[in-house]
């Protein structure tokens, strides 16, 4: 990558990071002493509190089929911003924005989920942006299923999941890449998204199969080479999340 | 596409189309009397009435800014499928799949609109499903595009445009695509679109381009190769979706 | 009729019609393929869409006493207008003339049903205006009529409904009329409509009987002779449109 | 009226009036302090404290028209019935007969009110049902009234109104009248209304004109000969409380 | 109390009363017929209706645990003010000074409830403010113990409570008192109210006992010593109101 | 406090605190990279992130007065406790207790806050619970003032306020105390407070004076004994965490 970041002087980024590179990972496992599951993940300077929340039995849809359910919750505080947003528990509705990165949330828990190993059980990821600066989804897709690694655990350890049964099929992680400047790079921050000219979420699972691709120009339509260059960045990046994410799993809690 | 429906007998679509055809498709221009710009899109037995609403004036934050906006609302009768679904008005609350596809249709219109050449202009398009049998979102990008054609014409003629300004830099169409039993195929109507394992919309201009690549696991992750032949597929009917709308357009009106 | 339209000026309606003449109806049966029963019905340039849903089972309040239920709500697309309304579901709230006429039709349809005949099964009307010029009530009622005669006739085939019951024991159908400058007229569009000094909307049996009277001085206070003219119209009126209905229904459906 | 009374037993009612006959009625003016009119009104058993809210100004659709505004809102405190309903606000929603009784109040308030003598103001009449047994509507109508004339007259005190105009060009009132057991009945309570096959509500000017005519076929649906019984006990009815009201605002308030 | 009213004159109230002095009370028992148990309670022009619903049953997070439930909603006619404020059925919330008020009349009253003598049923108090002068919270608790205790009354008389049991384990009432110009008062119409440095709603049991203390300092934070000023005050005012309340109750009903 | 720790049995607490020792405390101070003040404050497990958020302008009603506004919302994340709770947004309202709660909040910082030192500015502050375990709120008015003095150290660097002008006049915090077994408490965790007969939560400016006292019986009414009981072991935790404030707002910022 050093061509990208010497010859090219579009490229340099505000933060000093190669195209390819990610922002400082860090992730508190535990971080909640009531969920049975928790993550609190940091992209660079965006922070989201991930909890996971078994509990037995599943939603009346789905009730005597002998698989369980995953959901997501994604809400951000009122000043997780640079500037204050009114609270959507005020205003009375939930935005379409705050809807939709639910239901990304939710899809791609429940793409490395077996619901059958699970059992007629819920689990309910809730994602909450305590501070924000790019890629929120995309590092609560990451934070969340660490959370629901740690209720899986725990749920096996309390005996409410068969044994033998392994709910977990794969890990997944998510990443956002975007073209800048006409320079495809990783992991927006967001003074960089807001510039991007297009801007694409990708969830990737451990085995780096593609669970969502969610690609948008912003601002011009993009051609089919520019979107290769954005997923093999994607690749790189959740590639790299994945390590984090088995590593974060791997040590023993406190 | 010959050894695909010949070969393989998993390739057999219930209505008997190849893998990369579209369903019939049919465009009514002017279907209303009362908005600046209408169309009743067909893709098969989805039925979907688009309406432009051209208004001078900009939403208060766009003010001054001598740029116009075109925003989008989606929403569905409710015994438009198969069966009757509550009022989203009656429940007080538009649902996160409305909202998402509300942003969807935007996003893909604002990709071919010169805000600037526009003026200080709203147009609203609202597509409201009246029969829904997969496809709708698609669909109602496709029908949108062509009364939001007619809401530009309608303005210049009135000189609410101004002269010599072109408001629509490009055309926009959009197909759903989705692997059904391992085989890419294109516009899936409902009966498809629930037995594939992988479903992707792509909203593509008139030039080729992608506006928006969205593509989701529904069942396993998917790889590079099965995401390149799904692009393929939406290539080719997002091109004949183009061509309709030119025709369409360049008809006189009854 | 003669004397009113030849000899008084102010008696001339601005489509020609003699002043107890109706607009010209048309009701297409079958419009979607979707719903149990359906109809599109046009008054003019007002272009309604009802669906029936059938459904076993009643709502709660009326389980175990072995009778069914119909009822109805009645929307209107935001563009259905001469100029864009909110839309309901967006504002998070049914307005007040929205719930006053979606009770006014499941009060209209109930006057000619033997719920008993139904058997414990419910009926919701959809009526839908995709296009409004006054009289989209009384449009409403007279298509959601044929809808719901649709959706019995589906039931007896499926033999939902028990042999030999007839749940519907009459027609019915709704006009309006008014007093403008003076003239009572009769199914008044909008033009109309916004003129008139006193509005009424009359819902009537196919054997001729009051269902619903609805009259309300817009302008000024009328009198008992007004009223009995307003009357007199509206029962030619509901007459032929009883005709209409009675015709859509014995045609073979396509 | 004696046949009915004394030759007919279905003709019996439950309290021992004639069928013609209204029950008690109380209107006890300025029963509020606060507002700048109001009247507790009884029809026997129902209560409604109506309150006249005056405020200079009009709502911005109205602005520099020089002509004011009159509405109306009606409500139902929740243990005014023999059981308790929830609280519409803490539903969330104001019901489908909130909404249509307030618009009918407000809409015959109007029908007697000259606007621009009223000038460029609001008055707002709140009825709220304290205790109900029947006919809370037309209760309200007719005490909405007397409260609306006191907020006039005080605003003609405080000079609020131009010097000799004069706002209320008539007085209003309102009854109910309904047929059970064949027998045409004036002023329903609540044991009777239940029982009507046919209820109808009627607003009556002063000078005998009809504002709004309601009728309704609760079980089977009417003739023209049952109708024109309704109207005439309806105007037997609203001329007693046209005078009621009169003796009202002509005494000294206390 | 004569030195504080002869020798301070900032003590002076505008309706001359001693500071220690209540506001003419009158309850008036019985004043709905239709809750089991209701009471229209003055506290000087504060004018609250309490009606108490009796019903079988508990709510279901109470079920089988064999004691009975006793819950209150407060609320306010849009005039009881002296401007006119908003329905919150209108706008579709509850305020929060609505919930909080709502909740304390709640809590006062199963402070001297036994939910066991009372059996598995469930009491609704109603507390709404017909006209608003100062005080409305404590004069909905006092009048809502006095509708409590006859609907207890009436429970029994049903047979519905059992034979023996005394649910009613003492009586409650509440006062309001504050700091104005230095000196502590008893029960603030609004005019002093709104100039209070200090004001405080007190709930105490005939026993004379604390069950609420609620003490804000809206102008400036308080001493210890005014602290316990204020709460003799309050004793000497709920002490009083207690000896209404018996009164009240040991009359026969009208 | 001797006596109640060694020779009451009753008087062990589960965390082994003495009857008037505070759980530890912690405040980390401008743990939010993004508001103008902020504060993460820990009273033993229940954790609390406090942000303020600086805006110029003041609420319309507030306009021109020359006044400042100070307010606050709270809000529990929902999985802060021990089993999850529904989101407000989600329910589309904000519970009584959340509202109450806000209330309280504002109020409190209010009261050591000159609103005309503070000029035509508005401070708002968010108050959400990462992790519950009792005292939320006395916690959150804690925090609440030092991420508002910290706003207001800001608005003074950016000459936002008046050179020589200071909106804080005092320092505020709060405490919850309760009686457990007979025995008065002070900062009580959520096993106690469940536990506790009564609940009082008392809020002391730096200089030891009373700004709210909030107490409640729980579980059985209180005398003045036991009310002096509780007010002094507030008096000596507020005292406490003053201190802790303002060494907290000395040290150097990281």
Not at 1 to 12: E, I, K, L, N, V
Not at 148 to 160: D, S
Not at 233 to 238: E, P, R
């Amino acid at each position: 990558m050093t061509p990208s970041t010497s010859g090219s002087p579009s490229a340099a980024r505000a933060d000093g990071r190669a195209p390819d590179q990610l922002r400082p990972i860090s992730i508190t496992r535990g971080w909640s002493k009531q969920a049975e599951g928790s993550a609190l993940i940091e992209f660079g300077n965006t922070r989201v509190l991930c909890t996971a929340s078994f509990t037995e039995g599943v939603p009346r849809w789905l009730k005597g089929e002998g698989r369980g359910w995953v959901t997501a919750e994604y809400a951000m505080l009122p000043r997780a911003t640079n500037t204050r947003s009114d609270r959507e528990s005020v205003k009375g509705r939930i935005g379409g924005r705050t809807h939709e990165i639910s239901r990304l949330i939710g899809r791609s828990l429940r793409s490395i989920i077996d619901t059958r190993a699970l059992g007629e059980n819920t689990i309910v990821l809730d994602c909450d942006v305590l501070q924000a600066d790019g890629g929120t989804r995309t590092a609560a897709i990451t934070g969340a299923f660490v959370a629901l690694a740690e209720a899986v655990r725990w749920a096996k350890e309390q005996g409410l999941v068969e044994l033998g049964a392994e709910p977990l099929v794969d890990t997944v992680s998510a990443v956002s890449v975007g073209i800048i400047d006409g320079v495809p790079m990783l992991d927006l921050p967001y003074v960089e998204d807001v510039r991007a000219e297009t801007d694409m979420n990708v969830v990737v699972t451990g085995s780096g199969k593609f669970v969502e691709v969610q690609g948008t120009a912003e601002g011009a339509p993009f051609d089919r080479d520019e979107l290769n260059s954005l997923l093999d960045l994607a690749l790189i990046g959740t590639a790299q999340l994945a390590d984090i994410q088995r590593e974060t799993l791997a040590e023993a809690l406190r």
